[in-house]
C-alpha cells in the first residue's frame, strides 16, 4: 500500500523561479515529515523536517507547508539556482507503537533548474 | 566528524551467490536502518537495528538479514541474489530509533 504519493514525477524551473513539490499521506499517526535531496550515485541528504504541531517551517531558500487536515505537505524552494537540480523525496514516520521512526518515502520528484 | 559510511561502493555478484555489506554509524548514533532503493524509485525499508537488535522489519524476505555490532557498525546479508536484488543499497542512521536519519553515500549491487 503507497502511503505517501509525491508530485509532480519531474519539475522544470528557471533560475530564480520558485520550485513547488507536493506530498500526501494516508496514515494519520505519522508525525514526522522530512525532505531529502539526493544527487545522482550519492545517498539522500536531509533538508528539512516538520512536525505536525506547526504549518510551516522555513530554512534558507527550503520552506516546508503542512496542512494536517489535508494530509498534505509541500516543499517551496524560492530562488531556485542551477544547483539545486537534483531528486526530491518526501518521507514521513513515526516514533510510536512499534515504527521506531521507520520512514516511508515518496516516489521521488526530479527536478532541473535552467540557468 | 565523519558521515555516515558504507562499503563496497560497487559491488557485482552472480544470480545465487551471497552478499555482505558494511555500515558505519555518524558518531554519536547508535541506530541503523538499511534501505533498498532501485532505479528511479524511491529508498524501501529493510530493517532497523538498535541496541544489536532487529527492532522492525520491512516487507523483505528472509533472505535479507542483519547485525549490529557493539561499536554500532552494522552489516546487511543478503543470500541467494535474485536479479531483482540489484539496486542501491542505503545505511542510514540516527540518535535513538526516532531521530533524525542520515544516510550514507550507498553500495550499489549488481546482479548478473
Known amino acids: 500500500q503507497q502511503q505517501v504519493k509525491q508530485s509532480p514525477q519531474s519539475l522544470i524551473v528557471q533560475k530564480g523561479g520558485i520550485s513547488i513539490i507536493n506530498c500526501a499521506y494516508e496514515n494519520t499517526a505519522f508525525d514526522y515529515f522530512p525532505w531529502y535531496q539526493q544527487f545522482p550515485g550519492k545517498g539522500p541528504a536531509l533538508l528539512i523536517a516538520i512536525r505536525p504541531d506547526v504549518s510551516e517551517k522555513k530554512e534558507g531558500r527550503f520552506t516546508i507547508s503542512f496542512n494536517k487536515s489535508a494530509k498534505q505537505f509541500s516543499l517551496h524552494i524560492m530562488d531556485s539556482q542551477p544547483g539545486d537540480s537534483a531528486t526530491y523525496f518526501c518521507a514521513a514516520s513515526y516514533a510510536g507503537g512499534t515504527s521506531y521512526g521507520k520512514l516511508t518515502f515518496g516516489q521521488g520528484t526530479i527536478l532541473t533548474v535552467h540557468p | 566528524d565523519a558521515g555516515v559510511t558504507q562499503s563496497p561502493t560497487h559491488l557485482i555478484k552472480t544470480r545465487g551467490q551471497q552478499v555482505t555489506l558494511r555500515c558505519s554509524p555518524k558518531?554519536?548514533?547508535?541506530?541503523v536502518s538499511w534501505y533498498q532503493q532501485a532505479l528511479g524509485q524511491g529508498p524501501q525499508f529493510i530493517f532497523q537495528?538498535?541496541?544489536?537488535?532487529?527492532?522492525q522489519r520491512g516487507n523483505f524476505p528472509d533472505r535479507f538479514s542483519g547485525h549490529q555490532f557493539p561499536n554500532y557498525s552494522s552489516e546487511l546479508n543478503v543470500n541467494a541474489l535474485l536479479l531483482g536484488d540489484s539496486a542501491l543499497y542505503l545505511c542510514?542512521?540516527?540518535?535513538?530509533?526516532?531521530?533524525?536519519?542520515?544516510f550514507g553515500p550507498g553500495t550499489r549491487l549488481t546482479v548478473t
Open positions: 537495528y538498535y541496541e544489536e537488535e532487529e527492532r
Open positions: 542510514a542512521s540516527s540518535h535513538r530509533s526516532a531521530g533524525k536519519q542520515y
Open positions: 558518531s554519536g548514533h547508535d541506530t
